[in-house]
């Protein structure tokens, strides 16, 4: 069983940062794929980011690119999302989720953490 427990979120003016980070307990394997979603309020949740356990390619939603940058740390089993240049269209709920390869999608999520960019 995978917990993931996000942290980091928090009002923001719009062009600042925020460091996300989401720390994973348990068993962890290799295959897993780690991803960043987030909803916003009245929308469905979307896609933001993902980042292989091990090697692999890492992918951003077009609204993101250039801006937001996942990276993990293996030893501490955490993933991060640095949010820079944030717009007020980034608010939102963001989801921490890994994807087991167990053929359901992503399996395990994290509760969430508030973040809110003002204009």
């Known amino acids: 069983q995978v917990q993931l427990v996000e942290s980091g979120g928090g009002l923001v003016q719009a062009g600042g940062s925020l460091r996300l980070a989401c720390a994973a307990s348990?068993?962890?394997?290799?295959?897993?794929?780690m991803a960043w979603f987030r909803q916003a309020p009245g929308k469905e949740r979307e896609f933001v980011a993902r980042?292989?356990?091990?090697?692999?390619?890492?992918d951003y939603t077009d609204s993101v690119k250039g801006r937001f940058t996942i990276s993990k740390d293996n030893a501490k089993k955490t993933v991060y999302l640095q949010m820079n240049n944030l717009k007020p269209e980034d608010t939102g709920v963001y989801y921490c989720?890994?994807?087991?390869?167990?053929?359901?999608?992503?399996?395990?999520w994290g509760q969430g953490t508030q973040v809110t960019v003002s204009s």
């Open positions: 348990g068993h962890i394997f290799s295959n897993y794929i």
């Open positions: 980042i292989p356990w091990s090697a692999g390619s890492i």
């Open positions: 989720a890994a994807n087991s390869r167990s053929g359901v999608g992503f399996d395990y």
